[in-house]
């Protein structure tokens, strides 16, 4: 069965600080990955995606994330990170041409003015 | 563009109730996803629904259940509440096949005691 993992549950960092959450996935096929962040009040909006090619995709407000295959991992990162990045942040796989999307616990990232 | 709306925004119930959660999808989009977000969890697919079929189902019992109207609107039911169904209700819509970019409502919360 399909599963994600994100390795921390709760980030604190100072603004200007980098920026890596981990997220691995169990799937044998081809997969669709994706990050969606939900800021405090907000709904659930997606951050970047990788359908397929380059393996490292950006995303908006300076985000990007790196899919290395052999590794089952798709982190994200970002070289600066804000105030306003204070959010909750899920990784989520599909199978490719399949119906269902799987997200990992989420990574609740606090930014310290 | 309207986005994905969802009715009502919280909802209590008691446990043995039934309820009906509404989600009006994105201008275009023909296809809607359910999800369940519990406390502290990512959100886990309970099913998909195309062209006012279901095509797909997670692992949730039947008495959770949905449809979609013409208009591609849809209703998520559940009969019989637990307490463990509380939760955020999340709907999900997204374009005909071969875009799996989602696009989330704001979600309802029920709070069953």
């Known amino acids: 069965a399909q599963s994600v993992s994100q390795h921390n549950h709760h980030v604190i960092l100072s603004e200007a600080a980098s920026l890596e959450l981990g997220c691995n996935y169990s799937y044998g096929g081809t997969v669709n990955l994706f990050w969606y962040v939900q800021y405090p009040g907000q709904h659930l909006q997606l951050l970047l995606k990788?359908?397929?090619?380059?393996?490292l995709v950006k995303g908006i407000k300076g985000f990007e994330a790196e899919f290395i295959k052999s590794k089952f991992s798709f982190n994200l990162r970002k070289p600066s990170v804000q105030w306003s990045d204070t959010a909750e942040y899920f990784c989520?796989?599909?199978?490719?041409?399949?119906?269902?999307?799987?997200f990992g616990a989420g990574t609740r990232l606090f930014v310290k003015a | 563009e309207t986005g994905v709306t969802q009715s009502p925004t919280h909802l209590i119930k008691t446990r043995g109730q039934q309820v009906t959660l509404r989600c009006s999808s994105q201008?275009?989009?023909?296809?809607v996803s359910w999800y369940q977000q519990a406390l502290g969890q990512g959100p886990q697919f309970i099913f998909q629904y195309y062209r006012e079929e279901e095509n797909g189902r997670g692992n949730f019992p039947p008495r959770f259940s949905g449809l979609q109207f013409p208009n591609y609107s849809s209703e998520l039911n559940v009969n019989a509440l637990e307490l463990d169904d509380s939760a955020l209700y999340l709907c999900?819509?997204?374009?005909?096949?071969?875009?799996?970019?989602?696009?989330f409502g704001p979600g309802t919360r029920l709070t069953v005691l």
């Open positions: 999900a819509s997204s374009a005909p096949a071969g875009n799996n970019e989602q696009f």
């Open positions: 201008s275009g989009h023909n296809t």
């Open positions: 990788y359908f397929s090619g380059d393996p």
């Open positions: 989520a796989v599909k199978s490719t041409g399949g119906f269902k999307t799987i």
